[in-house]
């Protein structure tokens, strides 16, 4: 399990028939990114495009994703590697038990 922290992400909200995206960065580096295909969707499987994860998420998902990002600290970039079986995502640290927002 590869488990890289994010220190900033940038969000690219394009028009027409461009995905939605969040980049995530470690350091200056960006290490991967989250595509946000249409609800209902078929999503592809996750994949590296060079050295970096892209993970396929659906638009409903977006707030979730930028919330965490937002909110949670630290958060790592989760890449087990393609093909089914393998999850990916977004991870938080431990958190202790009755941590109030």
């Excluded at 992400?9 to 200056?28: D, E, H, M, P, T």
């Excluded at 994949?47 to 979730?64: C, R, V, W």
């Excluded at 790592?76 to 109030?100: C, H, I, K, Q, V």
């Amino acid at each position: 399990m590869a488990l890289t922290k994010i220190d900033s992400y940038l969000v690219q909200y394009s028009a027409n028939a461009f995905a939605r995206r969040i980049g995530v960065k470690s350091g200056a580096t960006y290490i991967g990114q989250l595509v946000f295909m249409p609800n209902g969707s078929a999503l592809p499987a996750d994949k590296l495009l060079g050295t970096q994860p892209q993970l396929y998420y659906h638009l409903e998902d977006f707030a979730n994703c930028v919330d965490l990002l937002r909110n949670e600290s630290p958060v790592y970039l989760l890449w087990n590697g393609p093909g089914a079986g393998n999850e990916n995502g977004l991870r938080t640290s431990d958190e202790p038990m009755g941590e109030g927002e």
